[in-house]
T-cell receptor, first 115, second 117 residues
Framework: AQSVTQLDSHVSVSEGTPVLLRCNYS??????LFWYVQHPNKGLQLLLK????ATLVKGINGFEAEFKKSETSFHLTKPSAHMSDAAEYFC????WGSGTYKYIFGTGTRLKVLA | EAGVVQSPRYKIIEKKQPVAFWCNPI?????LYWYLQNLGQGPELLIR????????DSQLPKDRFSAERLKGVDSTLKIQPAELGDSAVYLC???????????????FGPGTRLLVL
């Protein structure tokens, strides 16, 4: 079965420094992968998604992620953190089989940005 | 364009009482999802509708949870009776599904935060 692992439950960075949120997945086929962000008391918002086109995906607010099939990874990066980036981030993989599908969410990484 | 609308935003009830959540998806979206999100966890699917049909309800606790999506638009999720362990955030999402391998973006509402006392 497909699964997704977010390697860090909490990440702290200083404002202006790079952000790296790590995500590994397992899939028996060519998956779709997503990163969503959730600010407190808000719904989840799509940051970016990979759907078998370019392996380097650019998203909103300066975020990007690289799909690496050999490493089964889809890490999220941003060159320079902003205070407004503080939120919970979820990596998601689509699970397809037997004619049906699910979206499998990771357990989340809480990003803290220090002034 | 309006996003996914959920109500109420917050609900506090005593255990054994019934509760209902309402979701209005983005106009034109054929697929609607209900998720449960416990504190510190990622969302977990409860039920997925394609138009009016519940195509995946394998994770819905059917002894106390029920859902409906009349006319393939709005949806209601009900819990009766509620238990202490049902305290969580209930998220609704919608998407436009075209078939095949799932690649579509889900759009989420703000959620309903339920506290069962």
């Amino acid at each position: 079965a497909q699964s997704v692992t977010q390697l860090d439950s909490h990440v702290s960075v200083s404002e202006g420094t790079p952000v790296l949120l790590r995500c590994n997945y397992s899939s028996s086929y060519s998956p779709s992968l997503f990163w969503y962000v959730q600010h407190p008391n808000k719904g989840l918002q799509l940051l970016l998604k990979y759907t078998s086109a370019a392996t380097l995906v650019k998203g909103i607010n300066g975020f990007e992620a690289e799909f690496k099939k050999s490493e089964t990874s889809f890490h999220l990066t941003k060159p320079s953190a902003h205070m407004s980036d503080a939120a919970e981030y979820f990596c998601v993989v689509s699970d397809w089989g037997s004619g049906t599908y699910k979206y499998i969410f990771g357990t989340g990484t809480r990003l803290k940005v220090l002034a | 364009e309006a996003g996914v609308v959920q109500s109420p935003r917050y609900k506090i009830i005593e255990k054994k009482q019934p509760v209902a959540f309402w979701c209005n998806p983005i106009s034109g979206h054929n697929t609607l999802y209900w998720y449960l999100q416990n504190l510190g966890q990622g969302p977990e699917l409860l039920i997925r509708y394609e138009n009016e049909e519940a195509v995946d309800d394998s994770q819905l606790p059917k002894d106390r949870f029920s859902a409906e999506r009349l006319k393939g638009v709005d949806s209601t999720l009900k819990i009766q009776p509620a238990e202490l362990g049902d305290s969580a955030v209930y998220l609704c999402a919608s998407s436009w599904r075209t078939g095949g391998i799932p690649r579509e973006t889900q759009y989420f509402g703000p959620g309903t935060r339920l506290l069962v006392l």
